[in-house]
C-alpha cells in the first residue's frame, strides 16, 4: 500500500504576463490570443533565484508540518523536466537532504518521462516501501522546475510554463490518500520531444486528447470506480481547450476538473497538478473517503493517471 500523507508547495509570488512574451518567441497577435482566450493563460510565476529556494522552503515544510522523524525517510526523489537543474558532477538531491537534514536517505533524481516522471516515481517508490522492513518508511518526492530558456517557458501550440516546487510525503501507512490504481502509457514514436519532426509533432497534437482520456479511463478501471465516484480530478494546467476536450471524451462534468489556478500559473511542468491537489484539499473541496484523479503528460511521449482514496 502507498499513501500521499501530504503535500507542500512553493508557487513564486512574481508573475509575468504571457502577453510581453508574444515578441521574444515571435507569435504574431491572433497567435497569442488563442493563448489567452482559448487556453486561458495570462500570467506564470517566476523565480529568480537558484531552484533549491524553492524546493527546500517545501520540503522543510512537509517535514515540519507532519512532525517527521528525519530518520524515517528512506528516500528523496527530485522529479524534474529540465534535463539539467545543478553543476554538473553535484547532485541536488543530496544537497536538499542535507539541508533539511533528511541525514539518512537516498537521494536520486528522475527525469526520463518529463513532466509524468513523478507518476514513474509514485510507482518505484511503491515497490521500494514495499520491501523496506520499517512499517513506518517515509518517502518525499519532490517536483520542481525553472523555466530558465524560451524551450522551456513555451510549448508551441500548447501552453506557456511557470515555475513552481511541490513535495509530498509518502506511506505506507494507514494515513493520508490510498493509491488504488497507477497507469502510465508510452508512446515512444514521439521521443525526440520538442524536436520532433513535423509529422511526428501533428500526430502528437491531434491524439493528445484521446490518449490523455483513454490512460485516466484505464485507470478508472483498474480501481473499479465509476466516473460518478471521483470527486474531483487534478489535473496539469496544460490549457482549459485540451481539458475541454478530454470532459468530452470521457462525458466527465468540466467543473469536476480543477482548472482554478490554471490563468495564474500556466503549466508548472511536474508540480501543477500536486499544487493543484493541495489547494484542494485546503478548500475543503475533497475530504475523507473521497476517490480522486491526478493525470498528467509528458513530453516524449507518457501519458499518465492515478487514483485515490481520502484517507
Avoid at 493563448?35 to 517566476?46: F, K, Q
Amino acid at each position: 500500500m502507498l499513501t500521499v500523507e501530504d503535500i507542500c508547495y512553493v508557487i513564486p509570488e512574481q508573475r509575468e504576463d504571457i502577453a510581453p512574451m508574444r515578441d521574444k518567441i515571435g507569435l504574431s497577435d491572433a497567435e497569442m490570443k488563442v493563448y489567452t482566450r482559448i487556453y486561458g493563460l495570462a500570467r506564470v510565476p517566476v523565480h529568480r533565484g537558484p531552484i533549491e529556494q524553492m524546493m527546500t522552503p517545501a520540503v522543510r515544510a512537509l517535514i515540519e508540518r507532519n512532525n517527521v522523524d528525519p530518520a524515517r525517510v528512506k528516500y528523496l526523489v527530485h522529479c524534474h523536466t529540465a534535463q539539467m537543474t545543478w553543476p554538473y558532477m553535484r547532485s541536488l538531491p543530496a544537497e536538499i537532504c542535507n539541508d533539511v537534514g533528511l541525514t539518512h536517505a537516498v537521494g536520486f533524481g528522475m527525469t526520463a518521462s518529463n513532466c509524468a516522471s513523478t507518476m514513474v516515481a509514485l510507482r518505484n517508490l511503491e515497490s521500494l516501501l514495499s520491501t523496506d522492513p520499517d512499517d513506518d518508511a517515509l518517502a518525499i518526492v519532490v517536483t520542481a522546475d525553472q523555466a530558465f530558456s524560451r524551450t522551456l517557458r513555451w510549448i508551441p501550440n500548447t501552453t506557456f510554463c511557470g515555475d513552481a516546487a511541490a513535495a509530498m510525503l509518502l506511506g505506507k501507512r494507514d494515513r493520508g490518500a490510498r493509491l488504488v490504481a497507477l497507469r502510465t502509457n508510452t508512446f515512444g514514436q514521439h521521443s525526440r520531444g520538442i524536436w520532433q519532426r513535423r509529422e511526428e509533432a501533428g500526430e502528437f497534437d491531434r491524439t493528445y486528447p484521446e490518449r490523455l482520456a483513454e490512460v485516466m479511463k484505464q485507470t478508472l478501471d483498474d480501481a473499479g470506480l465509476e466516473w460518478s465516484d471521483i470527486k474531483v480530478v487534478f489535473p496539469h494546467n496544460v490549457n482549459l481547450f485540451s481539458w475541454q476536450r478530454v470532459s468530452k471524451i470521457l462525458q466527465l462534468p468540466f467543473e469536476r476538473i480543477f482548472l482554478d489556478l490554471l490563468p495564474e500559473t500556466g503549466h508548472c511542468f511536474g508540480a501543477d497538478m500536486l499544487f493543484n491537489w493541495a489547494v484542494g484539499r485546503e478548500r475543503r473541496q475533497v475530504g475523507r473517503g473521497d476517490a480522486v484523479m491526478i493525470a498528467t503528460a509528458g513530453i516524449g511521449a507518457v501519458f499518465a493517471a492515478a487514483a485515490f482514496v481520502e484517507g
